[in-house]
Nanobody
Framework: QVDLLESGGGLVQSGGSLRLSCTTS?????????MAWYRQPPGKQRELVAT???????NYADSVRGRFTISRDNAKSTWYLQMNSLKPEDTAVYFC?????????WGQGTQVTVSP
């Protein structure tokens, strides 16, 4: 059973843009404390990219601040990661995450590849 469904990854040239989406059920979305995006570059550990709370408090990793934007659409039970000015070092598998009082849920991951 997949609770969080991601889409939007792909191959893009350096300087390009992509938008990732993560959709879940209304019941899951309504009880989440926060939503986030993580990424795992090749051969490296998973790292936090951006978070947005249920009160719309937003935080970004230093490496993406000013280039990436996290947002949410409550009516669609979806959150997004708009990625602009992409760099080869942004290449990674990107995962969406939802945090609850009882734990967390993860998406299956979507590959983002940025060519030089």
């Amino acid at each position: 059973q997949v609770d969080l469904l991601e889409s939007g990854g792909g191959l893009v040239q350096s300087g390009g843009s992509l938008r990732l989406s993560c959709t879940t059920s209304r019941s899951i979305f309504s009880i989440a404390n926060a939503m986030a995006w993580y990424r795992q570059p090749p051969g490296k550990q998973r790292e936090l990219v951006a978070t947005i709370s249920n009160r719309n408090s937003i935080n970004y990793a230093d490496s993406v601040r000013g280039r990436f934007t996290i947002s949410r659409d409550n009516a669609k039970s979806t959150w997004y990661l708009q990625m602009n000015s992409l760099k080869p070092e942004d290449t990674a598998v990107y995962f969406c995450n939802a945090d609850f009082y009882f734990g967390e849920k993860w998406g299956q991951g979507t590959q983002v590849t940025v060519s030089p």
